[in-house]
């Protein structure tokens, strides 16, 4: 049972353009939301995260976007860079819970020059 | 600050033998996470420790797989025997108590041959 879910493996952007993530959850007892981006060889840092008592969270050229009816969040690069290519995480945790994360299985992005 | 240090980066054996993975925290941080990340999937929570108590081992295969945290500080995480299905990349994280961000080390490859 996969409680978060990122459907897309993989997305191709341009230098430059906006690159959007997404991330869709079933469980309604998540309340905290994170990005974490991963390099080959590399564990995953820690990108930008969200509350559920919001529905947008910005960070330079990241922000995430949370719309809790439909369950589902983005993570917008703006402007996207090369060295943003990475494997990008969605993660979400349990609200009072032991802060446990749950991942997705990842979107693999890649910005050409 | 140092960040998580884990050891060896690389780890080849054979089915059935046993193996053992190191983690050191960054200093301070109370929580410490062991997670296992299978190719193409998102990391998966085997165990947390608080200080050197266990808080979830809920996803943790007991049979093969133990870990422990002594003195609250560096974890090892062993298995025994080793099954083909356990070739991944093993994770781990800490943070300090009460935190949502964890701090990913750059994980162990293992492969069972």
């Known amino acids: 049972d996969q409680q978060v879910k990122q459907n897309s493996p993989s997305l191709s952007v341009q230098e430059g353009r906006i690159s959007i993530l997404n991330c869709d959850y079933t469980?309604?007892?998540?309340?905290?939301f994170l990005w974490y981006k991963k390099y080959p060889a590399e564990g995953p840092t820690f990108l930008i995260s969200?509350?559920?008592?919001?529905d947008k969270n910005e960070d330079g050229r990241f922000t995430v976007f949370l719309n809790k009816s439909a369950k589902h969040l983005s993570l917008h690069i703006v402007p996207s860079q090369p060295g943003d290519s990475a494997v990008y995480f969605c993660?979400?945790?349990?609200?009072?819970?032991?802060?446990?994360?749950?991942f997705g299985k990842g979107t693999l992005l890649t910005v050409n020059p | 600050e140092a960040g998580v240090a884990q050891s060896p980066r690389y780890k080849i054996i054979e089915k059935r033998q046993s193996v053992a993975f190191w983690c050191n925290p960054i200093?301070?941080?109370?929580?410490l996470y062991w997670y296992q990340q299978i190719l193409g999937q998102g990391p998966k929570l085997l165990i947390q420790?608080?200080?050197?108590?266990?808080?979830?081992d809920s996803q943790l295969p007991k049979d093969r797989f133990s870990a422990e945290r002594l003195k609250g500080v560096d974890s090892t995480l062993k298995i025994q025997p080793a099954k083909l299905e356990d070739s991944a990349v093993y994770l781990c994280?800490?943070?300090?108590?009460?935190?949502?961000?964890?701090?990913f080390g750059p994980g162990t490859r293992l492969t069972v041959l």
């Open positions: 993660a979400a945790r349990v609200g009072g819970s032991n802060y446990k994360l749950t």
């Open positions: 420790f608080q200080n050197n108590g266990v808080v979830d």
């Open positions: 969200i509350s559920s008592i919001k």
């Open positions: 200093s301070g941080h109370a929580t």
């Open positions: 994280a800490s943070s300090p108590q009460g935190a949502d961000t964890q701090y």
């Open positions: 469980n309604s007892m998540f309340d905290y």
